[in-house]
C-alpha cells in the first residue's frame, strides 16, 4: 500500500521530512501546506509536489492524505494535529509535541477513539546507536531495571541564525511557549528518560540566564536547565540543558544493577561498561584500554554502516517515520508508545511550571 | 558629490540592513550627498556602534531615524516603508536551510514591497542582490559573464540556499513590477570585499577540510570594494532613467585569486594547497554522483554547478554601470586592497 503524506508547515524542517520520505520508497507526498502559501510553493517547487494549500482543511478535504506531518511551530500542533486526525489522517508531529501534556492526553484520546495513529518527533530516538543502546537493554545487558538515567544535551548560541530571531522579537513564537527557549530544544533529552521512567514522575528543575546569553540580549530567556527525577520505582535521572557546555555534549547515560551503558550521541558511539575488577595496578591499564577498544568498533561500526548506506545524518528522522509507515501499514503500535509521549509532556510541563522564566527577569 | 536625482534630500529614503558591511556605507555615502531624511531598518538584536558612528560624523543626521524591527513582520514593515520615496533593500538574512533563506529574502521582501505600496510614495525600490543568481555552468569557461546571462535553474542542485533566495527576491520584485507599476532597480554586486569582512570568498578558496585549498587559480574575480559597491547602490537609487534595469557591480581592476590569495598571505603567511580546476571539477562530479546515488547521505556541498560558478572562472564587466549610472568606482583597488589588508595587522 502506498501511503499518500501531505505536510503541514513549509519551513525549514519540512525539507529533512521530504528527503527521509524520499528515501523510505514506497510513499508519495501528495500535497503540502502553509498559511504561508508562498512557502508551500516554494517546498512545492523543489521537491516537485503536486497539492499547494495555504489552508489545511482544503488540503484534507481535497486529498485525504493517509498520514500528515505537521511541521509547524508548537502552537499550532494541537489544533492541526486535531483537525488532521477528524479527517482520518494519521499524524506525524514535530516536537514539541504539543505546548501542555492535557493537549498531548486529548490527542491520543482521540486518536484512538478514530483507530488511528500519531506519533512524535522525537527522532533521536531512532539513530543507530539509540537503537543498538535499546535493544542492549531490552537483552538484560544492564542487569535489571534501570537505576539512573543521565540526558545531556548542549546547544551552540554561535549560530545566530537560529537565536537571533528569538532574541529580537518578544513575539517570535518561541517566547510565546510556557517554556520559552527550552520548551523547544529539551524535548528529545527529556524524551530518552521518559522511555526508562514510570508515570509516577517527581521533578526539581531550576534554571538560569548564562552571562553570554545575557551579553547577547537575551532578556529574560533562560538557557541553562538542571533537572533532577525520581519514578514510584525508584530510578533517577538527570537532565542537563546547556548553551555553555563546551564541546557540545549529547549523550544518554543509562544506568543498571550490573552494567551501564553510555549513548553518545555527538559521534554516534555506544560504549558499554561492564562490571568487573582488576587486580592492584591493573585497575589503571586494563580499563582504559578496554574503552579505547570500544572507540576503536564505534569508529569501524560507523565506517562500515556510512559504507553500506545505512548511516545518514537523520538516520533517526528516516527510522522512526519508516517504522511509523510501517505501523499503520500494518495496523500495529505506533513506534513511540503513547504512555512515553504523554509522559514527555507531563515532564516539561512540570518544569516549565518549576522554573518560571518571568521571575527571573532581573 | 552631487547627482541628478528622482528624489530630493526632503524625500525620505530607507535602508534595510543599514547597519551591514555594505549597509553602513550606503548610509554614508548617502549622507555625504545630503540626504538626511533617512530612515535606517535594523535588525532588534543589532549592536549599532558602527552606525552611530557614522551618523555621529554628520551632524545635520540628528534626524535621521533608526527602526528596529523584522521584516518578516507585515507590521514592522509597514512601520519601516511610511512616507518612504525610495528603499535601498540591503537586508540579507544568511540561513543554510532554503526555506530559510527563502523566508529571509523572498517572504521578507514581498512584505516590505506590499508596505511600501501600500504606505510609501513610491518611487524606486532599488534590489541589491549577488552573483549568485548567475550560472555559468553551460558556459565556455572565462566567457564574459555580464547581465545578460543565463540565470540559474536548479538551485537545489547547485545546493545554494542563498542563491535560491535571492532568485525568488529577484523575480518577486520583477513581478511586482509588471504587475503593480513597482519601478525598481537591481544590483547584483561581486566578490564585496573590504574592512569590516574578514574571510576570504569561497571564489578563491575553501577551508572545509582544516586548511585553504586554493582553488581559484588564476580567474578573474569579480571584486569590489564595499565603497564602491555602496557608491554604485546610491547611485542606482538616485539616478533618473535606470527602472526596470539590472547591473552587476564590479570595479574596474580586477585582480585574479592568486593575486589576491598572494597579498593576503604577505599580511599573515598560512598554509594552503592549490587544487587545479580540472580536478576539482572532477572530485565534485564525484562527489555529487555519491550523494546522488546514496540519497544526499553526502549533502551535494560539492557538485558541478557550484564548481563552475565559483571556481571556473569568468571574465567580468562593468560597462553598464559606467554608461547609465556614471559610475566609476571612487577607490582604486590598489587603495582598496591597502584598507582591506589593515584588518588583519
Given at each position: ?42 517546498l512545492a517547487e523543489r521537491f ?149 521512567l514510570d508515570d509516577d514522575v ?161 | ?123 524606486r525600490f532599488v534590489n541589491v ?217
Amino acid at each position: 500500500m502506498k501511503l499518500r503524506i501531505a505536510i503541514i508547515g513549509c519551513g525549514k524542517i519540512a525539507d529533512q521530512h521530504v528527503q527521509a520520505a524520499h528515501r523510505i520508497g514506497n510513499c508519495e507526498i501528495v500535497a503540502v501546506c502553509d498559511r504561508e502559501k508562498l512557502m508551500a510553493e516554494q517546498l512545492a517547487e523543489r521537491f516537485k509536489i503536486s497539492g499547494v494549500f495555504g489552508d489545511a482543511e482544503e488540503m484534507l478535504k481535497q486529498f485525504s492524505p493517509d498520514v500528515v506531518h505537521i511541521t509547524t511551530p508548537p502552537l499550532g500542533h494541537f489544533p492541526l494535529a486535531k483537525l488532521c486526525l477528524e479527517h482520518g489522517s494519521n499524524v506525524y508531529l514535530e516536537k514539541p509535541f504539543t505546548v501542555t501534556a492535557a493537549e498531548a492526553q486529548e490527542l491520543v484520546a482521540l486518536a484512538e477513539q478514530k483507530n488511528l495513529r500519531l506519533t512524535a518527533g522525537h527522532n533521536y530516538q531512532f539513530t543507530l546507536e539509540m537503537l543498538e543502546m535499546r535493544r542492549l537493554v531490552a537483552s538484560g545487558f544492564l542487569g535489571g531495571a534501570a537505576v539512573h538515567l543521565e540526558s545531556h544535551w548542549a546547544y551552540d548560541l554561535s549560530d545566530p541564525t537560529y537565536v537571533s530571531p528569538i532574541l529580537g522579537s518578544k513575539t517570535h513564537w518561541v517566547r510565546q511557549l510556557p517554556g520559552q527557549l527550552f520548551h523547544n530544544l529539551i524535548s528529545h533529552s527529556t524524551a530518552r528518560l521518559a522511555e526508562f521512567l514510570d508515570d509516577d514522575v517527581m521533578v526539581s528543575a531550576q534554571a538560569h540566564q548564562s552571562v553570554r546569553m545575557k551579553n547577547l540580549g537575551g532578556q529574560e530567556v533562560q538557557d541553562e536547565l538542571r533537572v533532577l527525577l525520581r519514578d514510584g520505582k525508584g530510578t533517577t535521572a538527570f537532565l542537563c540543558f546547556s548553551t555553555q557546555i563546551k564541546p557540545g555534549l549529547n549523550s544518554f547515560r543509562i544506568c543498571g544493577p550490573k552494567n551501564s551503558l553510555l549513548v553518545e550521541n555527538g559521534s554516534g558511539s555506544l560504549l558499554l561498561n561492564r562490571a568487573g575488577s582488576h587486580k592492584s595496578y591493573l585497575t589503571y591499564f586494563l580499563p582504559p584500554l578496554k574503552a579505547a577498544r570500544q572507540h576503536l568498533r564505534n569508529a569501524r561500526v560507523n565506517i562500515v554502516d556510512f559504507l553500506r548506506g545505512r548511516l545518514h545524518q537523520d538516520s533517526g528522522m528516516k527510522e522512526l517515520i519508516e517504522q511509523f509507515y510501517v505501523s499503520i501499514r500494518q495496523k500495529n503500535a505506533p513506534p513511540i508508545p503513547y504512555r512515553e509521549i504523554v509522559l514527555t509532556a507531563r515532564i516539561m510541563d512540570e518544569i516549565f511550571a518549576q522554573i518560571k522564566p518571568e521571575d527571573s527577569a532581573t | 558629490m552631487s547627482v541628478e536625482s528622482i528624489v530630493t534630500p526632503a524625500d525620505k529614503i530607507l535602508i534595510t540592513g543599514s547597519n551591514g558591511f555594505i549597509g553602513t556605507r550606503a548610509l554614508e555615502n548617502l549622507l555625504a550627498r545630503g540626504f538626511f531624511n533617512l530612515r535606517c531598518f535594523v535588525r532588534p538584536s543589532s549592536k549599532l556602534e558602527k552606525l552611530q558612528k557614522i551618523l555621529a560624523q554628520f551632524p545635520a543626521a540628528k534626524n535621521v531615524e533608526i527602526v528596529a524591527g523584522d521584516l518578516l513582520s507585515r507590521e514592522d514593515c509597514r512601520r519601516a516603508a511610511k512616507d518612504v520615496a525610495v528603499i535601498v533593500h540591503l537586508a540579507a538574512g544568511f540561513d543554510k536551510s532554503f526555506a530559510g533563506a527563502f523566508m529571509n529574502s523572498a517572504l521578507a521582501t514581498r512584505n516590505l514591497l506590499d508596505a511600501f505600496l501600500e504606505l510609501g510614495k513610491p518611487r524606486r525600490f532599488v534590489n541589491v542582490s549577488s552573483f549568485a543568481v548567475y550560472s555559468n555552468f553551460k558556459m565556455e569557461r572565462h566567457a564574459l559573464l555580464d547581465e545578460n546571462c543565463p540565470l540559474e535553474t536548479e538551485p537545489q542542485a547547485r545546493n545554494d540556499a542563498y542563491g535560491f533566495g535571492k532568485l525568488k527576491q529577484e523575480q518577486l520584485v520583477r513581478d511586482y513590477g509588471a504587475q503593480r507599476g513597482l519601478k525598481w532597480v537591481i544590483l547584483r554586486p561581486g566578490m564585496v570585499y573590504g574592512p569590516g569582512k574578514s574571510d576570504l570568498s569561497g571564489r578563491i578558496g575553501i577551508n572545509t577540510f582544516g586548511f585553504f585549498i586554493h582553488l581559484g587559480g588564476r580567474n578573474e574575480m569579480p571584486m569590489t570594494f564595499v565603497d564602491n559597491c555602496a557608491d554604485a547602490i546610491v547611485l542606482a537609487a538616485l539616478k533618473p532613467g535606470v527602472d526596470g534595469e539590472i547591473f552587476n557591480v564590479v570595479d574596474d581592476e580586477r585582480w585574479t585569486s592568486k593575486e589576491f590569495l598572494a597579498a593576503r598571505k604577505e599580511t599573515k603567511n598560512f598554509f594552503s594547497v592549490w587544487l587545479p580546476y580540472p580536478l576539482m571539477k572532477f572530485g565534485c562530479g564525484l562527489w555529487e554522483n555519491f550523494s546522488k546515488k546514496r540519497h544526499g547521505q553526502l549533502p551535494p556541498v560539492f557538485n558541478r554547478r557550484r564548481c563552475a560558478a565559483e571556481w571556473g572562472g569568468n571574465t567580468f564587466s562593468n560597462e553598464k554601470l559606467h554608461k547609465l549610472l556614471g559610475w566609476s568606482p571612487k577607490i582604486k583597488t590598489v587603495d582598496a586592497m591597502k584598507l582591506f589588508l589593515a584588518q588583519y595587522k
